[in-house]
């Protein structure tokens, strides 16, 4: 069985409003780390480079969809993307957690005042 072990830098959901964006700063990042230009990716994609711009920028009516998001991760292998999704909508903090740890903090802090 395969560990992960995620790292959630401060920032990708600030940065990027939405994955989408996230993903058009991400085919910039490509080009810059692995030399993997954007008219390949969209090649790869089976998009012409002007396609994958306008479904990135959502231009007129081209939308880049779910099926989109994943060919994009097989041909890349850029998970970051999912790294994106799992800060947005999976690191939540929970209020009773978060209740008990000020809880304990804050008898912490009478006992440090005895």
């Known amino acids: 069985m395969q560990q992960i072990t995620i790292n959630f830098d401060a920032g990708l959901t600030e940065s990027y409003p939405t994955c989408r964006e996230f993903i058009g700063a ?4 490509l080009g810059i780390e692995q030399r993997k230009q954007h008219k390949t990716i969209a090649a790869d994609m089976d998009l012409s480079p002007s ?5 990135i920028a959502q231009a007129d ?4 969809t779910l099926d989109d998001f994943e060919k994009y991760i097989d041909v890349t292998g850029d998970k970051k993307p999912l790294l994106y999704l799992i800060e947005k909508y999976l690191t939540t903090p929970d209020e009773e957690a978060l209740r008990k740890q000020i809880e304990t903090l804050q008898a912490q802090l009478k006992k440090g005042r005895r």
């Open 51 to 55: 396609k994958l711009t306008r479904k």
């Open 26 to 29: 991400r085919i910039h990042q």
């Open 61 to 64: 009516t081209s939308r880049f």
